[in-house]
């Protein structure tokens, strides 16, 4: 099995670590965590085999851990420009992948901080988005129901692009939803329950999806006190 979770933890992930990895990922995505240095854990919290963090705020990066054989290493076609979308190379399973870990979330880019991010990385990585041992995992801060039909780099385009390269969101396909008409809310907004939007996403290329076992959303009731994100839980029979 291969277990990923994608989880915007709100900062302060060293006091949240324990209720996330009750989960028991394979790999965790965890936007607006900070900087290992940071994380002091307990004695029985787990320990991860492997991290990888960046950021330029040591409070609020986006962080990549392995509770299992896996290792991480940045890819050298990696481009700042795209701050928190991080293409990484993942070793050490039963079969090396492409794991592209995403926090969009770039105020600098004067065309747009959220999803004009990961339209701009998929089409600057290109060449790495392939139909197979491909996946995209994170807080996307994007959804269809803000597209704007005359702006190139919507919700729906990125979309679009990566179904045209057999890349699919897990939770799309194992739910039978549309994109915009989710029935699970991943974020609600300032923790509000009247304002749920589903931000988060995994996508995933078709022979993962060939093996796509379950996906899971957690609930607001179980996951408010911690953060304003609920954990996107993806299991590849793998």
């Known amino acids: ?139 996307f801060n994007s959804n269809t129901i803000w597209d704007r039909p005359r702006r190139t780099g919507n919700h729906s385009n990125v979309v679009e692009k990566l179904e045209a390269r057999k890349i699919f969101s897990t939770y799309h396909l194992f739910h039978d939803q549309i994109q915009g008409k989710e029935a699970h809310m991943t974020q609600f907004m300032y923790r509000h329950e009247d304002k749920p939007y589903h931000l988060d996403y995994c996508f995933a290329s078709i022979d993962f999806i060939e093996k796509l076992r379950n996906v899971e959303i957690g609930t607001y009731a179980d996951w408010t006190k911690y953060s304003d994100h609920k954990p996107l839980i993806v299991t590849f029979d793998i």
Request: net charge neutral.
């Open 1 to 139: 099995m291969l277990k990923i979770i994608a989880w915007n933890c709100n900062m302060a992930f060293r006091k949240k670590a324990d209720v996330i990895l009750a989960c028991q990922p394979d790999i965790l995505v965890v936007p607006e965590c900070e900087h290992p240095d940071k994380l002091k854990f307990g004695k029985e919290t787990p320990v991860p085999s492997d991290i990888f963090w960046y950021g330029t705020n040591p409070h609020k990066g986006i962080g990549v851990f392995s509770y299992g054989p896996y290792k991480f290493r940045l890819s050298e076609t990696h481009n700042p420009d795209f701050r928190y979308i991080l293409p990484l190379s993942v070793t050490g399973g039963s079969f090396d992948f492409t794991l592209f870990a995403v926090w969009a979330n770039n105020p600098q880019d004067k065309d747009g901080a959220y999803v004009t991010q990961v339209w701009k990385a998929i089409q600057y990585y290109d060449t790495m988005l392939s139909e197979s041992k491909t996946i995209l995992a994170g807080d």
